[in-house]
């Protein structure tokens, strides 16, 4: 079934959902629901890479909006026919950079498959029959416990102030009546005055009791309170940081909600049991009232507990974020940002009455060259409940931008510390006033701390701030933390890193493949728990190229183009050259295993096994491929198509068995494109690649394409590491040599000679370079081994093959 169609059949909450991300003016749902047949199956992901391509689903798009408008105006639909049309002039904007409305459609298609996906998994756990309770910690029972006793007291303190109330009302009727009459019998006037001083004593102990019942009422809130705003809060503080910077915990509000505002409702019955005890008192009062003394404590206990709680109550559900951005908490000058703040103090008749305002930086550092902003935009919202899929009071803020203040000399302060655009941390406060019944407070609540760019080229940098501050910061308003920056220990470093592969890509890492990291921070060690990794070995050492640099652009590569084979488990990826070595070679031939280059910033590469003449295992690896390979020719079609040419023998592929020994078209299979050989779409671009043609010991550039067209297409140069020879020492060697001269390989007993008929075809498919790793020393120090006469070939007619 199509993907809107699945959309549109999820339930209401979903569907919701689905509302709120089209309340923008990107992509109108009117388009994206008329065009979903033809949205779908456009490659919206490379459109976003490739301008020509991106020009051209542009105008298929606008020729796709005449057509409908066409229809709409044959079916006399004047509305509709209006707002195509001005869904076709505001596209008109992306005419200069098609790119951006390609990325802008993927973007609203990942979200509708987040939407897909989160309701798929509810429709599982509620086929598992999962109660609630099995997932509740003790400390959540005992909490439940504890409220349901709080409710409970409450209902009986109602009781218990309707009996004193009867009381009173009893003592009244018997007091009045007896000045009324005028009792002449002094006997019967002793009586009755006795009578009604039981009466007065009774409700005396009645009022004592009634507020030491109110006093226990708010001892057990007190304790709940403590409960709820310093452990249950401030653990789902942490954890919407830590999911802030990948980690799958949990930051549904829905359940704080209901334990909030259940203590609020008692707090609220509270007060106004002490305002009806304040009535009965101006009623009927006598000499030492224990109402007259002990209400106005208790009062002001009341008043207290409830400006904490609703203090507390008052937090941003969903942190600041750029639709199209890295993540959240990084914001970009002068372009939109959404934030939604809640109150998880649900009382319905508040809906729409409490208005909220959004600040920025109350509190700035007075520290040098630190910038100041203004919010612009839509800045005042009501709490209401129509913008959350499950009835909570939120102000979603959609359209907020920020720009920088010029004046007052760019933060000029008393502190010579400074700090980089993306160390410097600011906050965004929402401000309101909760008033009901009589009670007012002002509430405030702020954003995690933010880092503000002004160039998208600072987003990489920007992001490694934020996974650094919300993997180690325990205070959440602490913008001067990289002013002293801590180091993060290893365990806590490796399970940051994981969370980021896991949330791009539904994956993280092993324990296996983080030892490779390690290894790769700190060298050999039995144990790394006790390690550490300093925030400037994170992203300032060996620049441009930093550890930081080195890991994302995997991450990017990755999530861009080998997401299902690494959801799969299909590579690797961390492992060390040496690791790798070790464990092909106790392999059957033909094993391979798939690994992320060490130098190559967001390259993989692919090492097999073979056996030699003697019978010894022989490791090969080719030169990493990036983005430039893999965005023309998927991975696993490289993999599909990759051989060797022996002399006089049929070419082969010798990739047989993923490591460890999974048949390669069994592991591959299920992603191999219908057409192969010539029929195949990749088939152009594997051609048209350099191939190396040896005689003997000598090596030659060669075109496996027929004479006439590799005349026409000529040969591309070879990019980057020649078979990943920088691994170790970090040397690129460009194929366009002097015209004059070439020097021989000095790993090659012969030279390079002139062309002849091609014998041996050692490999095609980018350039892949064999190496012997048979000339390598050991398992410690283990560079890919660089065929060097491949530098310094001249490019050859080429030629067809015999």
Known sequence: MAQWDRLRQLPSAYRQQ??????RDALPMDVRHYLAPWIEKQEWQRAARDDAFAMVLFQVLLENLDIQHSRFVQEESFLLQHNI????????????????LATTILWFLEKEKEILESAELAEKVQLLQVEPEAMETSSQQDLERKLAGLRNEVQCMEHTIICLEEQQDEFDFKYQTHKLEAVVDEARKNEQIRALQLLVN?????????????????????????????????????RQQKAC???????????????????????????????????????VSYENDPVKAQNPTLQKRVDTLLRDLLKSSFVVETQPSMPQGKGSLVLRTNVQFSVKARLLVKFPELNHSMKVDVSMDKEAPQIK??????????????????????????????????????SGGGGKGVSDISLSVTEELHIIYFNTVFELKGFSVELQASTLPVVIISNSSQQQSAWASVLWFNMLSQDPKDVMFFANTPAATWPQFGEMLSWQFLSATKRGLDGTQLEMIANKLFGKKPNYDSCTVPWSKFTKENTPDTFWVWFDGILMMVKTYLEDLWRDGLIMGFVTKGKEKSL??????????????????????????????TGEPDVKTVQPFTKVDLSQIPFHEIIRNF????????????????????PKDEAFGKYYTEKSGENSPYIKYIKTKLVFVSKENTLEARSPMPSDMAQGEGLEPMNGLCGEAAEQDGDLYPLTPPPESYDPDPMMNGSVVDPEPPQDLLMYLNNPNLFDNDLLQDDQSLPDFSLQGFNCLLPQSCGSFP
């Open 85 to 100: 049309r001005r869904y076709k002039q505001n596209f008109q904007r992306y005419v200069d950079d098609p790119c951006a």
């Open 245 to 283: 910077i990948g980690a799958p915990d949990n930051v549904c509000l829905d359940q704080l909600e209901k334990w909030f505002s259940c203590v609020a409702v008692c707090l609220f019955q509270v007060w106004e049991f002490l305002t009806k005890l304040e009535e009965l008192v101006g009623k």
């Open 202 to 238: 009774k409700l005396n102990d009645c009022r004592k009791s009634t507020l030491s019942g109110l006093n226990n009422i708010l001892d057990r809130t007190q304790d709940i309170i403590d409960v709820l705003v310093k452990k249950e809060l401030v653990e789902w503080q942490r």
């Open 18 to 23: 689905l509302h709120e991300l089209y309340d």
């Open 584 to 613: 092909l070679k106790k392999k059957k031939r033909g094993t391979f295993l798939l690994r992320f280059s060490e130098s190559v910033i967001g390259g993989i590469t692919f090492s097999w096994v073979e056996i030699t003449v």
């Open 369 to 406: 060259g630190y910038r100041r902003f203004n919010v612009l935009g839509t800045k005042i919202k009501a709490l209401n409940m129509a913008e959350s899929t499950n009835g909570g009071m939120v102000a979603d803020f959609r359209h907020l931008t920020l720009k920088e203040q010029k």
């Open 643 to 662: 051989q060797i040419l022996e002399a006089e023998n049929v070419p082969e592929n010798p990739l047989l068995y993923l490591y460890p020994d999974t």
